[in-house]
Structures are given as C-alpha cells and as structure tokens.
C-alpha cells in the first residue's frame, strides 16, 4: 500500500533555531501534499497545501515567512519552523495524494507525524 | 467554504455492542467525498471508510458501516461488534471533487470501549 514516511518523530530545541521536517512518498508520485498541525485533544487543521514545482498555498492565518514548504521533487515535500518559539510546539502531520488516474479519486495518505517541542 | 460538525465530543460503549458516530456537514457542492477516520493513541491516521457522494449505496467495510443521508447532509458512522482496538479518536471529513482536494475535517469523537 502507498507509505508516507515522515522525519523526524519527535524533535525537542531550543527557541530562536529553525526546524525541518521531511515528508516522503516512498512508493508513489505526489503533485499534491500537505501539511496539518493538531494541538492536544483537538482535530487536525490544514496548514497549506504543497504543490511540486511550486510555491505553497497556504491557509487563512498561517504565517508564511514562519512555516516555509519546499515541494521540491514528486516525492518530498518539507516543511521549516523558522525561528521556533515555545508557541509552535505542536503535532505536525503531512499527507500525501497519489498521482494516479484522478486525483480527485485518490485518498490521502497520512505520515506518522511529527510531535515538535520548542523549550 | 466548507464546515464538518461532529457534536458527539465523546462516546463509549460496551464491548461487542454497536455504537454510531455522528456526523453532519455543510457544502453547496454537489460532487465530494466523505472519509472517517481514526487516530489511535499512537496518532496515526488511519481510514476508516470513504463515501462517494454521487453513490446512493451506504459504503462498508467490515464492521463499519456509514448512513449517508444527502439531502439532509449527514455521513453517520456505525461500529458493530466493537472490540478494544476500536478505541480512538474519530474525525469525519470532507473532500471536494475538485480544486485543492484538502480535507476538511470535524472536531472529532473520542470513543472509549468498555471492556
């Protein structure tokens, strides 16, 4: 089945550095991919949407210069915390949708996750 | 835009009994997709079950079931013979056939299985 491999898991720094965090589609082409952030107890909430090739759209009141998205190939996507602050600390998740047939046919297909704490 | 309601913020029940996860959702869409899925402790994502909605036919898969109603704008899901591994977080979430295919998702069900 398509796997969606997200690095690291969990990553603990110190305020004022940047973090990357990597997601990969192992076995199938992504046009499309994107990025959630959950806080505790609550639902998931879309962040932007990555697209190969092309800038990021990202949503209402996410910060650009903050969360910066590179779709550099069909089968990474990453995501920068630049500048962390104790406030990013989150669960951060990355989805993925095959570039099969229609895309719109596919299911998204979801990283493991990445649990971010900015001390 | 686009807004999933779950206003179940937890649910439990007995063990092998069958519980229903409500779900209700706002579009002017006509062509979308509907998804449940489950997040366990671990917090992966996992699919549970999709509805096409130009399907009349209530998708299964197993022991789950959906009651997808249309009209009324409900995606309800149904959990039979529940077993401890059930336990989890559920999000319902909306798909649109076209533009950016992102999800939607509702606030989700926390589901608590009594052994």
């Known amino acids: 089945g398509a796997v969606v491999s997200q690095h690291p898991s969990r990553v603990i720094c110190k305020s004022g550095t940047s973090v990357k965090i990597e997601c990969r589609s192992l076995?199938?082409?992504?046009?499309?991919m994107f990025w959630y952030r959950q806080f505790p107890k609550q639902s998931l909430m879309l962040m932007a949407t990555?697209?190969?090739?092309?800038?990021?759209?990202?949503e209402q009141g996410v910060e650009k210069d903050k969360f910066l998205i590179n779709h550099a190939s069909l089968t990474l996507s990453t995501l920068t915390v630049t500048s962390a602050h104790p406030e990013d600390s989150s669960f951060y998740i990355c989805?993925?949708?095959?570039?099969?047939?229609?895309?719109?046919?596919?299911?998204?297909?979801f990283g493991d996750g990445t649990r971010l704490s900015i001390l | 835009a686009q807004t999933v309601t779950q206003s179940q913020p937890e649910m439990s029940v007995q063990e092998a009994e069958t519980v229903t996860l409500s779900c209700t959702y706002d579009?002017?869409?006509?062509?979308?997709?509907l998804f449940w899925y489950k997040q366990p402790p671990s917090r992966q994502m996992i699919l549970v079950i999709r509805?096409?909605?130009?399907?009349?036919q209530n998708a299964t898969e197993n022991r789950f079931s959906v009651n997808f109603q249309k009209a009324a704008k409900s995606f309800s899901l149904k959990i039979s013979d529940s077993q401890l591994g059930d336990a989890a977080m559920y999000f319902c979430?909306?798909?649109?056939?076209?533009?950016?295919?992102?999800?939607?998702f509702g606030q989700g069900t926390r589901l608590t299985i009594n052994p």
């Open positions: 579009t002017s869409e006509s062509d979308y997709y």
């Open positions: 076995d199938f082409q992504a046009t499309t």
């Open positions: 990555s697209n190969e090739g092309s800038k990021a759209t990202y």
């Open positions: 509805q096409e909605a130009y399907k009349q």
């Open positions: 989805s993925a949708i095959p570039q099969l047939g229609k895309v719109s046919n596919q299911p998204q297909h």
């Open positions: 979430a909306y798909r649109s056939d076209k533009g950016a295919q992102k999800l939607v």
